[in-house]
């Protein structure tokens, strides 16, 4: 069964820190380019982060410095460490193969506020 599933949000005050985790079935995430998005509300989906197979990433220049991406290719599954957050950073944040985007997680909500 081809899945992802997006885990590891929830409510942090501004300056905060999160690690998202997307596990992810074999067939759908070994040598792919994986990828992290976002979409906050009323707002469309917006690309964050990617990482290829072999570890090379990018990440946004809105977010550069603040969030990192790793994917630990043992246990299908790529991570996206969120650090000083911001109100803005409030959104739902999925993950997805990069560029292709074929299959998309439930995401999980991650809100910035004090």
């Known amino acids: 069964q081809v899945q992802l599933v997006e885990s590891g949000g929830g409510l942090v005050q501004p300056g905060g820190s999160l690690r998202l985790s997307c596990a992810a079935s074999?067939?759908?995430?070994?040598?792919?380019?994986m990828g992290w998005y976002r979409q906050a509300p009323g707002k469309q989906r917006e690309f964050v982060a990617r990482?290829?197979?072999?570890?090379?990433?990018y990440v946004v220049e809105s977010v550069k410095g603040r969030f990192t991406i790793s994917r630990d290719n043992a246990k299908n599954t790529v991570y996206l460490h969120l650090n000083s957050l911001k109100p803005e950073d409030t959104a739902v944040y999925y993950c997805?193969?990069?560029?292709?985007?074929?299959?998309w997680g439930q995401g999980t909500q991650v809100t910035v506020s004090s």
């Open positions: 990482i290829t197979s072999g570890g090379s990433t």
């Open positions: 997805t193969r990069h560029p292709s985007r074929d299959y």
């Open positions: 074999g067939s759908i995430f070994s040598g792919y380019t």
